[in-house]
């Protein structure tokens, strides 16, 4: 498992430049925009100024941009054109662990954008609190479940128009109504529970309550809807990879 | 040539085989690929495995290396059953593809350190060992360049250096020539060559015929999913066509009257629209008449190709 993430490291390590620009660009391109741009017309929710409350979900997102472009089209190209899987699948390592070692390949991915962005935050005047250092583990969960997802995409996909549906489908859908740009807590009943079933809406509430240190209820649901979730994508990625490589 | 590529063979005093293969069935949907094969490969072997294609030969290989699953059939490598072991045992199985899948993003090294660890071999003597393969397969100097910059000869000999970075029990060599140009193919040849007096047990696959008979010590002919022939090479040609070959070329009407004159003779005529081939198995004097008064005649020694043309058709395998 760890094998599959060091080669896949020791590629990355080579295009690291256009990999992060590429990763972080729309999370930055966001947090300027609608922080500052749209931001400065809104007034404060729940107690924050719109950029300090957009900023923590748009470090999520950066997370899950990451980890599911890395999952699909860089799975998939390793899968497909390079034979890379394949190649990996005559030695010992087996699809298990191969489909692991990508899923925390794509998480390590997804957590060195969060990272950054969260880094980039004192610039925009947002400064995270201490509890920030627990954020760091829920946003690798989070990774591991848009990698998983991201897998199950690409042990389903013929072909890279294949992930256009699961950008503009699932991954943008999420980004907009996940709760990064408005409050929950405002919707009415039905909207509130949609939002809930989105996998996303439960790390941006964690990442915003540790964000500001403002510890609130319902942590615990989060907690476990995103442990939860993750647990079972990983396990569907798994199985579907095992039915895609082994014929 | 060092002998630390390839483990020892073991002296054992039962020489169990290495590869034991038993009504090993494959249909994809309903379509059969693989029709009851039944092999063994035993020690310092190096088996050839030919068929047109489409006969199953790759898949046979991929069921033994676990990437397809058998519809029936058993298969045991190194006196293991496959299924629940695969693990164990590909960690002794040295694989070069017929797809080359190196790693592009990954320099010439960097490909077989990769590798290595996929093996959990020691970076430090994984270096040693890549540094001797790259050696031995003339890549000494390219060690830092990128796949791409890379000839068609030189990526398939880094596929077969890459196939002996764990120092394998079983070399499996799917076309290890495919699509390369006759010098490059001489210097593969010749370096497995080495391997197989060395006692490397091998099972290989090739469309080259020559390929087959200068390194398998024994070959399996498949057809459609089946084993239609199998056993040493020189003494099938011997058996199965003859000892030596003439082609006739003429107008059909004249081949059929050579054919007739022909009937008495211990020979196996096969003719094309003007083209007779005579598989000689002893002279008598009419050969002798025709091989020297015909003016269209070659006359060559009974080869392999042969062999297989006999047993698969001269017709084409497309479907």
Known sequence: MFRVWMRNFRVWQKHIQASLIGNLGQPFLFLLAMGYGLGRQIP???????????????????????????????????????????AILMTPVSVESLTMGEILWGATKGLISGLIMLAALPLFDVIPSYWTALLIPILFLEGMFFAALGLVMTATA?????????????????????????????????????????????VVSLARMLCYGKIGGQWQLHMIITVVTCGICCWIAVVLMRRRLIQ | MSGWFMNEAKSTKTTRPIVEVSGLTKHFGDRPVVKGLDFSIFPGESVGLLGPNGAGKTTTIRMLLGLVRPTDGHIKVFDIPLSGHLRRIKQRIGVSPQMDNLDPDLSVLENLLTYASYFGIKRSSARDRAESLLGFFALGNRSGEIIEHLSGGQRRRLLLARALINSPDLLILDEPTVGLDPQARHLIWERLGALRRHGTTMLLTSHYMEEVSSLATRVIIVDQGRIIASGKPASMVRQMVGIEVLEVSDRSDELKRLATGLRSCDVELDMTKNRLFIYVKKWCPELEAIALSHRQVIKRPASLEDLFLKLTGRTLRED
């Open chain 1, 44 to 86: 404060t929710i729940e107690g924050l100024t719109y950029l300090q409350f957009i900023a923590p979900g748009l470090v999520a997102s950066a997370v899950m941009y990451s980890a599911a472009f890395e999952a699909t089209y860089g799975a998939y190209t390793r899968l497909s054109t390079q034979g890379t899987f394949e």
């Open chain 1, 158 to 202: 013929t072909n890279y128009e294949f992930f256009n549906y699961f950008t503009s489908l699932i991954i943008t859908p999420l980004f907009l109504f996940s709760g990064i740009f408005f409050s929950i807590d405002t919707l009415n009943l039905k909207a509130r529970i949609a939002v809930g079933t989105l996998p996303l809406t439960h």
